[in-house]
């Protein structure tokens, strides 16, 4: 069965650090381009960051742009963010995606680009 499992979320205050982490299972996602989304209580689903299937190349949300750093260890089959200086508002559940093989070069913000998903880590930032 093919899953992306994040784990890494928790509590933590306001200017403290967490690693997120997203293991890909069933298959290798070393083809794939992947993304970190996140949905806040009574939000859509937003874009936060992606990366190439090489790691070259990256985009950030304005907001996350800094502060997060995704990053990649094809080996190990894992995306990994890391969130820096935490704000309450990046309170929310953190949902890592893959965009299926063959599209790994190309790194896009919107849902759609990527078919796997994974159920998502909470992550609470208090103030």
């Known amino acids: 069965q093919v899953q992306l499992v994040e784990s890494g979320g928790g509590l933590v205050q306001a200017g403290g650090s967490l690693i997120l982490a997203c293991a890909g299972l069933?298959?290798?996602?070393?083809?794939?381009?992947m993304g970190w989304f996140r949905r806040a209580p009574g939000n859509e689903r937003e874009f936060v960051a992606s990366?190439?299937?090489?790691?070259?190349?990256?985009i950030y949300e304005e907001a996350a742009k800094g502060r997060f750093f995704i990053s990649r260890d094809n080996a190990a089959n894992t995306v990994y963010l890391q969130m820096n200086n935490l704000k309450p508002e990046d309170t929310a559940i953190y949902y890592c995606?893959?965009?299926?093989?063959?599209?790994?070069?190309?790194?896009?913000?919107?849902?759609?680009?990527?078919?796997?998903w994974g159920r998502g880590t909470q992550v609470t930032v208090s103030s």
């Open positions: 069933g298959r290798t996602f070393s083809t794939d381009s």
């Open positions: 995606a893959a965009s299926g093989s063959g599209n790994g070069y190309f790194i896009s913000r919107r849902p759609d680009a990527y078919v796997y």
């Open positions: 990366i190439s299937r090489d790691g070259v190349t990256s």
